[in-house]
């Protein structure tokens, strides 16, 4: 395959600038093709405005909290702390802001054409974007719907921004809530419980299953609920919010079971909706599901050979890292380059917490449940000088293997910076490593990845 010179190549027309569009733009457009990207909002998508990035700022700035609190622990003298919601507040539009200026440069370096506005195909190779001086109309060799999600929001919840909120809200109030009940307790759920616990409010988290993380191993479900449990998170479990009444005071949120819990703000943390209605893709020929999202083939190829999907929209694994990832696939797909469709299985996915939980392929939950025989070793980091002196002996690594191939088929790592530890791991289930190969790299000493390789043993 020969390179084309940029813009010279056929035209890709991307609906949505998350981070599936934009990746898919700047491989597009290095491949030589005429890329323009249709964004109604800011280039970088709700990843940037709305969810990793404001997230994980609280996060940080919770986890700074968190470290003055225990500083006494490490021999270090400091006041009580306080977090300034207005501060907060201004540094995640600033991050924001930066990344957004980064994201720019970078596409318009590589001359991707980008329009303000919101994109709708009026047929199978055709968009128009209503923009701020009127009408455009773009037509495409290939198209991509990279137009994402907005947040679920059940019909028994009046949300108004102001007390019951979802998590669009979250980084932008004027007060950290005295009390703070959310609802739903899958990933987001649970990282909101520990940003707002850590911010210093009350927090009680409705969980409808009789675990948080529902769909986690139990084990590592455990260690995040009794942390809950222990800084006085109010856990009420099994329950269905079904009602809530705005009170004098704040909110008033009914379980199904007759259970009630009262708080200043109530925020929905209960999964998200695809935006895919009302943009004319059913007209243009692409095939949706029931729940309204872009029914998409290995390629991320829709019902419309030349039109694909990437991220939120086409509901695989909603995550940025993955949408990205589709993006990069499918400019290369679409402009002929060889491609192997994305392996879900080898997805590495953190919970922000703390302690953070990551983990990357087979769990051992996954493989009893299917019969299958894998070797598992744990070590806890009680037993890693690196986290004692860092006060951070929380969690465990575990490494799931082959016992007869002894290759690593995944492994779990519950801990302080799990997030990043885990790329160890996915690395070594992406290349086929043995758990001896990981036996004798020679980690740095004392440091948190040697609990990986003592895990390995
Ligand atoms: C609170 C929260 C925290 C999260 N944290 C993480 C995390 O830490 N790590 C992680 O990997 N994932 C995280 N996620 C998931 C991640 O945000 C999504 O998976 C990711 O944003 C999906 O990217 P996308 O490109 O599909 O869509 P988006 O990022 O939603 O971008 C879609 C873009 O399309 C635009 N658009 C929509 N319709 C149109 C139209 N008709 N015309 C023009 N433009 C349009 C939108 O304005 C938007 O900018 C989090 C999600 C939430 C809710």
Known sequence: MTFLASGEGPTFVIVGGGPAGVSAATTAASLGARVVLVEDSVVG???????????????ATAATKDLIDKAARMGVVAGSARVDQNQLAERIRTIWSDINIGFMELLLSQDVQIIRGRGSFIGPNRVSVETQEGTREFDFDFGLVSTGSFPRVPDWAPVDGERVLTTRHAYDLDVVPSHLVIVGSGVTGVEFTHIFKSLGSEVTLVVSRQQILPHRDPEVAAVLQNDFLEKGVKLVIGAYASATHLTDNGVLVECDDGRRMEGSHMLLAVGSIPLTRGIGLEEAGVRLNRAGFVQVDAYQRSSVRHIYAAGDCCGKMPLSSVAAQQGRKIARHALG??????????VAAAVFTSPEIASVGLEDVTAAAEGRKVRTTKVPFAANPRSV????????????????TRVVLGGTIVGHRASDLIGIVALAVQADVTIDNLVETLMVHPSLSESITDAAE
């Open 337 to 346: 380059y060889p491609v192997s469709p994305l392996d879900y299985s080898n």
């Open 389 to 404: 002196l860092q006060g951070r002996e929380e969690g465990f690594v575990k490494v799931i293997s082959d016992p007869a």
């Open 45 to 59: 998508g709700g990843a940037h405005l709305w969810d990793c990035i404001p997230s994980k700022t609280m996060a």
